[in-house]
Structures are given as C-alpha cells and as structure tokens.
C-alpha cells in the first residue's frame, strides 16, 4: 500500500533551522506532485509548501516564503522541507501529502490522494 513517511521534526530554537523529510512507497513517486502541510492546536490544517511532479514548480504559504523551501529527489522517492528561521508560530504538526499528476504547476489542495501520518515540529523562543 501507499506509504507517506515523515521524518525530520523535533524542537529547535527560534532562528534555528530543520529539514523534514517524506519517503514514500507504494507508487509511482514522479506522477505525484507533494506537498508539506501543517496543523496547530486549535487552527485549521494549512498548505505549508508544494512542489509539482518534476520539482519545477513550487508553492508557498505567504508566511513561509523566503524560509522554507520545498524540494525532491525522483530517485530517493522522498519530498523535503528545508526550514531556516523558524519561529514559534511555525510549531505545528507537520504532515506530508501526495497528489497524483504531472501537471508544470502545482494544484493546492487540502483533500490529496495520500498523506502522511505527520512529524511534530516545535520551535520554542
């Protein structure tokens, strides 16, 4: 079956620097765009950052742009996010998610094919 494992989370501190990593199975890993989105206590699951099938396109959240950057490897099935000064309000769970297409842009969505059971980032001040 389809597997979506996330790795990579922990605590850090504000200013600090974290990649997350997604390692995914059980399909075919460039027919899939990926995207990495969080969940707070209390708030709603956000798109964090997506990147399309071959890595040419990528997507933000406004509050993450210039911090993080989403990228892939096709021949290691895994997605990353690399995450410079973060913040405290950055402290969220972390879930990884696949969308089948090989579209050039990317397509936001809060309801893809797969995801992962999530990595707990916290950033503490």
């Known amino acids: 079956q389809v597997q979506l494992v996330e790795s990579g989370g922990g605590l850090v501190q504000a200013g600090g620097s974290l990649r997350l990593s997604c390692a995914a199975s059980g399909l075919t890993f460039r027919n899939y765009g990926m995207g990495w989105f969080r969940q707070a206590p209390g708030k709603e699951r956000e798109v964090v950052a997506a990147i399309n099938w071959s890595g040419s396109s990528s997507y933000y959240l406004d509050s993450v742009k210039g911090r993080f950057t989403i990228s892939r490897d096709n021949s290691r099935n895994t997605v990353y996010l690399q995450m410079n000064f973060v913040k405290p309000e950055d402290t969220a769970v972390y879930y990884c998610?696949?969308?089948?297409?090989?579209?050039?842009?990317?397509?936001?969505?809060?309801?893809?094919?797969?995801w992962g059971q999530g990595t707990q980032v916290t950033v503490s001040s």
């Open positions: 998610a696949a969308r089948r297409g090989r579209s050039s842009t990317v397509v936001v969505t809060l309801t893809p094919d797969y």
